[in-house]
């Protein structure tokens, strides 16, 4: 049996297609939510709109300090483990919920699977870097996205015959949804003209716990609405921010978080993507979409090479400017990464079965 686990928003587009297909294959998996979203905005929805089955084991962590989540996550988790004793355990990303599953498999020797290895900023001061380098260290199988992930972990020393450039298998969520999400014109409700409006989000604590930093941004976001009208779905980490602040946004449209169909048929007819997500920089990379990285560096520096993300950091000035080229630029600028197909997640699957089937031998 097949241990799948996801925790956090970003998750459950990552893992879904390998989810599913676990499940078309007929291979047995027990799936795991960790709990540590939990709002109907941050995670049912996504299990209703991506088709995700219902969870196995509900975990139910919640929120809560770093070590405090991630120790929540464990030993809940290992209880898991030792009912159940999975041949192997698939987590993915770089969430506090993919650390702490794949050490506790880790450390009653159960083989895991890490989808997005080797992704590195190299930035330690990211709470998803320290959790990238772990996860990938105790990992059997690691799959990665884009080729920097392979030479990452290679100068880290793992060994080749460990890492699989599988492509994106956030993207084949996005490739298989992406009618569906255009066909709801969400952009029709919202009152805005196709290619005409910015997106942004905003949520990593570099950004939005520093109040300074925070109002930088919000300056920068002003400034750039003059141009270019700008919705904003706020996090609820980054509400609270906000909340605390006390400045006012306007022209910015703050608005509770989005369901993924919305947000994906939104960030497909934008102008331009603000944002200091990772997983928003390679789903606008898949979409053509220029896109501005509120961040100073990207683990995914694939997105950069292919055209259509620019780091513009956090200070106002490099962030105006970069969007008022990011506004110019046109689809045809960019290209799209190998491996992005959609066929992601049957690669990897291909991988696993061959992997059991071997072990079982051995
Ligand atoms: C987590 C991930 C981050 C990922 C992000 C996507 C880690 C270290 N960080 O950050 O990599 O990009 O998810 O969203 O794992 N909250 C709610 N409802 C929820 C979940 C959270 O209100 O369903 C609030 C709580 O106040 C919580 C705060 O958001 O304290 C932060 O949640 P947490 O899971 O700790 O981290 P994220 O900032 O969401």
């Not at 999975?86 to 880790?106: M, Q």
């Not at 330690?124 to 870097?129: D, G, L, V, Y």
């Not at 060994?159 to 084949?172: E, F, P, R, S, T």
């Amino acid at each position: 049996m097949i241990c799948t686990v996801v925790g956090a928003r970003p998750n459950f587009m990552k893992m879904a297609p390998v989810i599913l297909e676990l499940q078309r294959r007929g291979i047995a998996q027990t799936f795991v939510h960790t709990g540590q979203h939990y709002d109907a905005v941050m995670s049912d929805i996504f299990f209703a709109e991506l088709g995700l089955p219902r969870p196995d084991i509900y975990l139910g962590v919640g929120s809560g300090s770093h070590a405090e989540q991630t120790a929540r996550v464990m030993l809940a988790f290992e209880k898991v483990c030792l009912e159940h004793r999975p041949e192997l355990v698939v987590v993915g990303g770089d969430v506090n919920s993919t650390l702490a599953c794949a050490l506790s498999a880790a450390k009653l020797c159960i083989p895991v699977a890490h989808l997005e290895a080797g992704l590195r900023s190299f930035d330690r001061s990211m709470p998803e870097e320290i959790n990238r380098i772990l996860t990938d260290h105790v990992s059997d199988l690691l799959f990665t996205s884009e080729p920097s992930g392979n030479e990452n972990l290679h100068k880290e020393g793992v060994a080749w015959q460990k890492i699989h450039l599988v492509g994106n298998c956030m993207i084949d969520s996005l490739r298989t949804h992406l009618k569906r999400a255009l066909e709801r014109r969400p952009w029709t409700e919202l009152g805005l003209q196709p290619g005409e409006f910015g997106l942004v989000t905003l949520h990593r604590p570099a950004a939005v716990d520093d109040p300074q930093t925070l109002e930088g941004l919000r300056q920068a976001l002003r400034e750039i609405a003059e141009f270019v009208p700008l919705l904003f779905p706020v996090h609820p980490r980054t509400r609270k921010c906000i909340e605390a602040l006390g400045h006012d946004w306007t022209p910015v449209r703050l608005i509770d978080p989005l369901g993924y169909l919305e947000f994906l048929g939104l960030m497909a007819k934008a102008a331009v993507v603000l944002t200091d997500s990772g997983g928003i920089q390679e789903e606008t990379t898949a979409l053509r979409v220029p896109c501005v990285t509120l961040r100073s560096n990207t683990e995914r520096p694939i997105t950069v090479q292919v055209g259509s993300n620019r780091l513009a950091g956090t200070r106002r000035d490099g962030i105006v400017s970069a969007a008022r080229e990011a506004v110019m630029r046109k689809a045809e600028e960019f290209l799209i990464p190998e491996l992005w197909d959609g066929q992601a997640a049957r690669r990897v699957v291909n991988i696993v079965q061959h992997w059991l089937l071997a072990r079982q031998a051995a």
